[in-house]
């Protein structure tokens, strides 16, 4: 179930009956000249789309905007800083918390977000707001 596709009573209805949120992650950055700048989201977001789908568990829109910084150099990179990126995935996932839900999976396509993604969810887990897991998109 596509979060921005549902009107907030249904989101309500389904939250009800399951509690895990699917969140889409990656990076707004070059991929080579080949390839657009969002690649590592819209992989990301295909994924998570496509699974939810078929589970009918709760996707979120993808955060595009990763730790990128380390790209810098490309035109079009867009970046925060590691602890901006912990912050808002942190206050974004306790945000999805309030609303019902308990487990979280962070389907993420770049490398850059990996170990804060997994902090995160360190810190859901030791205060007992949820169970956050961050799963990497081989690519």
Same mark, same amino acid.
């Given at each position: 179930m596509y979060l921005p596709h549902r009107t907030w009573p249904d989101v309500a209805d389904s939250i009800g009956d399951r509690s895990l949120a699917v969140v889409p992650l990656g990076s707004t950055e070059q991929h080579g000249p080949h390839l657009p700048e969002g690649t590592d989201f819209l992989i990301a977001e295909a994924l998570a789309r496509a699974a939810t789908d078929r589970t009918d568990h709760l996707c979120t829109p993808a955060l595009p905007i990763g730790v990128s910084s380390h790209h810098r150099q490309f035109h079009g990179t867009m970046?925060?800083?590691?602890? %901006? /990126? =912990?912050? /808002?995935?942190? &206050? /974004? &996932? =306790?945000? *999805?918390? #309030? !609303? $019902?839900?308990? +487990?979280? %999976? @962070?389907?993420? #396509? !770049? $490398? $850059?977000?990996? &170990?804060? *993604? +997994?902090?995160? $969810? +360190? +810190? *859901? !887990?030791?205060?007992?707001? #949820? @169970? #956050?897991?961050?799963?990497m998109c081989a690519l």
């Open positions: 970046w925060v800083d590691p602890p %901006v /990126f =912990r912050n /808002f995935v942190e &206050s /974004f &996932s =306790r945000n *999805l918390t #309030a !609303h $019902g839900i308990d +487990r979280i %999976v @962070y389907v993420n #396509a !770049h $490398g $850059g977000n990996v &170990s804060h *993604l +997994r902090e995160v $969810g +360190r +810190r *859901l !887990h030791e205060d007992e707001t #949820a @169970y #956050a897991v961050e799963w």
